[in-house]
């Protein structure tokens, strides 16, 4: 099992920027965010390995950032220039080598981004 902690959500004006951080319990190859709306289906965020390989929903490509510190098992998810639409309950996600990042099977208990107009 894998313990996984997000913080950093909050309220923000259209054209802002947030942080998200997420620490894990133990070492795990996939680490990543996902987000669900009301009403709409959960999506993938963006994604990264251990060796740095990064994966990004076509949304947000060019404004959200994902990083990792593998000596602290933390995720990061730097957010620019968000939007009314990037509102959501964001999810640190997590799983092993063999996996997909689109389905890790370990989660946080999510952390509320609210983007207003």
């Known amino acids: 099992q894998v313990q996984l902690v997000e913080s950093g959500g909050g309220s923000v004006q259209a054209g802002g920027s947030l942080r998200l951080s997420c620490g894990a319990s133990?070492?795990?190859?996939?680490m990543g965010w996902f987000r669900q709306a009301p009403g709409k289906e959960r999506e993938g965020v963006a994604a990264i390995r251990t060796d740095g390989t990064t994966y990004y929903a076509d949304s947000v490509k060019g404004r959200f950032t994902i990083s990792r510190d593998n000596a602290k098992n933390t995720v990061y998810l730097q957010m620019n220039s968000l939007k009314p639409e990037d509102t959501a309950m964001y999810y640190c996600?997590?799983?092993?080598?063999?996996?997909?990042?689109?389905?890790?099977?370990?989660w946080g208990q999510g952390t509320q981004v609210t983007v207003s107009s």
């Open positions: 996600a997590a799983g092993g080598l063999g996996g997909n990042w689109r389905t890790l099977p370990y």
């Open positions: 133990r070492y795990t190859y996939y």
